[in-house]
């Protein structure tokens, strides 16, 4: 069974910087799309950023591009976020997921147009004003 499990998620003020982690503990890696979403109380899950691990293509919402930067260790089955500027409007639940590439393009995978296959539990970001 694929395990998710994300962390590096805590308090900072607005402007600060945060690295987020997520491990997969899954031998086909590299044949997986490993995307960050992120839910705030009372709105909609959104996705912030996805990376496919087999062709290296990023994909990155409005919301964050500039200061997240996602990227990945392939010898530690591992995927960061790294978050830097952080405002408070970036507060909520962030969870990473992974999905098989079945499809070229991140894009399509941060959108929701590929369900992503398997989910790690949250890890929480608080950006204070």
């Known amino acids: 069974e694929v395990q998710l499990q994300a962390s590096g998620g805590g308090l900072v003020q607005a402007g600060g910087s945060l690295r987020l982690s997520c491990e997969m503990s899954?031998?086909?890696?590299?044949?997986?799309?490993i995307g960050w979403f992120r839910q705030a109380p009372g709105k909609e899950r959104e996705g912030v950023s996805c990376?496919?691990?087999?062709?290296?293509?990023?994909f990155y919402a409005d919301s964050v591009k500039g200061r997240f930067t996602v990227s990945s260790d392939n010898a530690k089955n591992t995927v960061y976020l790294q978050m830097n500027s952080l405002k408070p409007e970036d507060t909520a639940d962030y969870y990473c997921a992974a999905a098989m590439a079945r499809l070229t393009g991140s894009r399509y995978y941060c959108s929701g147009y590929v369900m992503m296959d398997y989910w790690g539990k949250g890890t929480q970001v608080t950006v204070s004003s």
């Open positions: 990376i496919s691990m087999r062709d290296g293509g990023t």
């Open positions: 899954e031998s086909t890696f590299g044949e997986h799309v």
